[in-house]
Nanobody, 124 residues
Framework: QVQLVESGGGLVQAGGSLRLSCAAS????????MGWFRQAPGKEREFAAA????????YYADPVKGRFTISRDNAKSTVYLQMNSLKPEDTAVYYC?????????????????WGQGTQVTVSS
């Protein structure tokens, strides 16, 4: 069992930056692939980024590629999402999620555990 708690969301102007954190409980954090998803009002939840269990592989959705960076610190059981050059269309609730699979997957149904989400609002 893994419990996930996101933090770091807020209101930022377009072009600004935010860093989201997701703290995990449980001793097996380092064995999970971790992902960040987001859900804008009236839209389905979509994949943003994911990182392998050891941080050796990352994968990004096209809309965030080059602007967002996912990283993890297994000693602190925490995964991060650094978001730069934010745009109004990045406004959403951001969720972190844990996947038991070794391979990076981008579908939300593949992930086993979810946090409660943190709101990111980008003003124009």
């Amino acid at each position: 069992q893994v419990q996930l708690v996101e933090s770091g969301g807020g209101l930022v102007q377009a072009g600004g930056s935010l860093r989201l954190s997701c703290a995990a409980s449980g001793r097996t954090f380092s064995s999970y692939t971790m992902g960040w998803f987001r859900q804008a009002p009236g839209k389905e939840r979509e994949f943003a980024a994911a990182i392998s269990w050891n941080g050796g592989s990352t994968y990004y959705a096209d809309p965030v590629k080059g602007r967002f960076t996912i990283s993890r610190d297994n000693a602190k059981s925490t995964v991060y999402l650094q978001m730069n050059s934010l745009k109004p269309e990045d406004t959403a609730v951001y969720y972190c999620a844990a996947d038991r699979a070794v391979a990076i997957r981008t579908t939300s149904r593949s992930y086993d555990y979810w946090g409660q989400g943190t709101q990111v609002t980008v003003s124009s």
